[in-house]
Antibody, heavy 119, light 106 residues
Framework: QVGLQESGPGLLRPSQTLSLTCTVS??????????YNWIRQAAGNRLEWIGR???????DYNPSLKNRVIISVDMSKNQLSLELSSVTAADTAVYYC????????????WGQGTTVIVS | SYELTQPLSVSVALGQTASISCGGN??????VQWYQQKPGQAPLLLIY???RRPHGIPERFSGSNSGNTATLTISRAQVGDEADYFC?????????FGPGTEVTVL
């Protein structure tokens, strides 16, 4: 059974670049049948879709974050990565990676999330 | 950008039926997903493509979508159904979530 585990620094200073990884277990990130999403949830609970990678290298980003976000993959480590530049307090949130199949197009496998605080 | 609306909260008596709405411009032309989230947990996919349930999701959870409103229905509500519920669509290649609805079972 596939599992996702997010990791990264819990605390950042404003203007720094946030770097997170999502390690995929129980399956290969190489599979072209899946999309891998980054989604975050700030205090107040609203979910915000950040972006996704599919077909090993193709990406879509939330237009509101597009200028600051890069999603990439390291196939040798079976990891998805998120970089978010020029962070501010507004980027404080729990960050999730989530997988969805191309047949369902709905994130149905989620990591447990990792908390990021910008202060 | 595309926006979704949801009621802030919904209350339902134990064993009764709750309906949670998700409003959006011509949302009936999109596939709608619904997620349940309990405190401290990641969201759980309940419904995809308007009304389809992933394996393991009880039949008590059902969805519909038409016009400008999609609806998640929880039948025979249980205490364990207390959670936040989020709707989600794809606006072209952009994911959009609703603000969430807190469901309380009385």
């Amino acid at each position: 059974q596939v599992g996702l585990q997010e990791s990264g620094p819990g605390l950042l200073r404003p203007s720094q670049t946030l770097s997170l990884t999502c390690t995929v277990s129980g399956g290969s990130i190489r599979s072209g049948s899946y999309y891998y999403n980054w989604i975050r949830q700030a205090a107040g609970n609203r979910l915000e879709w950040i972006g996704r990678m599919y077909s090993v290298g193709r990406t879509d980003y939330n237009p509101s974050l597009k200028n600051r976000v890069i999603i990439s993959v390291d196939m040798s480590k079976n990891q998805l990565s998120l970089e978010l530049s020029s962070v501010t307090a507004a980027d404080t949130a729990v960050y999730y990676c989530a997988r969805m199949s191309s047949s369902i197009m709905a994130p149905d496998v989620w990591g447990q999330g990792t908390t990021v605080i910008v202060s | 950008s595309y926006e979704l609306t949801q009621p802030l909260s919904v209350s339902v008596a134990l064993g009764q039926t709750a309906s949670i709405s998700c409003g959006g411009n011509n949302i009936g032309n999109k596939n709608v997903q619904w997620y349940q989230q309990k405190p401290g947990q990641a969201p759980l996919l309940l419904i995809y493509a308007d009304s389809r349930r992933p394996h393991g999701i009880p039949e008590r959870f059902s969805g519909s979508n038409s016009g400008n409103t999609a609806t998640l229905t929880i039948s025979r509500a249980q205490v364990g159904d207390e959670a936040d519920y989020f709707c989600q669509v794809w606006d072209s290649t952009t994911g959009v979530f609703g603000p969430g609805t807190e469901v309380t079972v009385l």
